[in-house]
Antibody, heavy 114, light 112 residues
């Protein structure tokens, strides 16, 4: 069974950092590009970042460029999102998903507030 | 950035009727390979999004034939035939032709 399980969310003060993880199982993780997608409370979906299967290519939305870093460890079948200099507008549920969007995690909540 | 604009539904939709959701992109979603890179998703309340169709009209694995995507260029439609209670939720279109990937604002479907 394919599973994507996010972790690492929580309440953090503005300007601080947080690192999300997405543990994959049930498929060959290294064959898939991956996405992070977020959803602010009561709002729609917003693409955040993507990474190629090897990790050699990464893409970011402008509002997180220079603050967020997407990475992966194919040996551990795990995707990461390092979030630095967090802002209140980063408050959202963060989902990881495969590049084909066939599989999504359950989401992890990140709240940026003082 | 490519802007995705979704239409609204005349909610609630009676069970057994059909519903069509429109999605318009600010730029053609046809890529140089000839494919049109438009996805549709359903997000049921409290759940993660689920892929319904990709390349405009190809149904994802396990998705009911009641869902059909159509369109070309910049105008797209998702038709849901014989709606059921389980179809309730918010539907999103997404362009994956180029970065940044962008979603429509969502269309809510309520069932009567």
């Amino acid at each position: 069974e394919v599973q994507l399980v996010e972790s690492g969310g929580g309440l953090v003060q503005p300007g601080r950092s947080l690192k999300l993880s997405c543990a994959a199982s049930g498929f060959t993780f290294s064959n898939y590009g991956m996405h992070w997608i977020r959803q602010a409370p009561t709002k729609g979906l917003e693409w955040v970042a993507s990474i190629s299967p090897s990790g050699g290519s990464t893409y970011y939305r402008d509002s997180v460029k220079g603050r967020f870093t997407i990475s992966r460890d194919n040996a551990k079948s795990t995707l990461y999102l390092q979030m630095d200099s967090l802002r209140s507008e980063d408050t959202a549920t963060y989902y990881c998903a495969t590049d084909t969007y066939d599989y999504w995690g359950q989401g992890v909540m990140v709240t940026v507030s003082s | 950035d490519i802007v995705m604009t979704q239409g609204a539904l005349p909610n609630p939709v009676p069970s057994g009727e059909s519903a069509s959701i429109t999605c318009r992109s600010s730029k053609s979603l046809v890529y140089k390979d000839g494919k049109t890179y438009l996805n549709w998703f359903l997000q049921r309340p409290g759940q993660s999004p689920q892929l319904l169709t990709y390349w405009t009209s190809t149904r994802a694995s396990g998705v009911s034939e009641r869902f059909s995507g159509s369109g070309s260029g910049t105008y797209f439609t998702l038709k849901i035939s014989r709606v059921r209670a389980e179809d309730a939720g918010v539907y999103y279109c997404q362009q994956v032709r180029e970065y940044p990937l962008t979603f429509g604002s969502g269309t809510k479907l309520e069932i009567k």
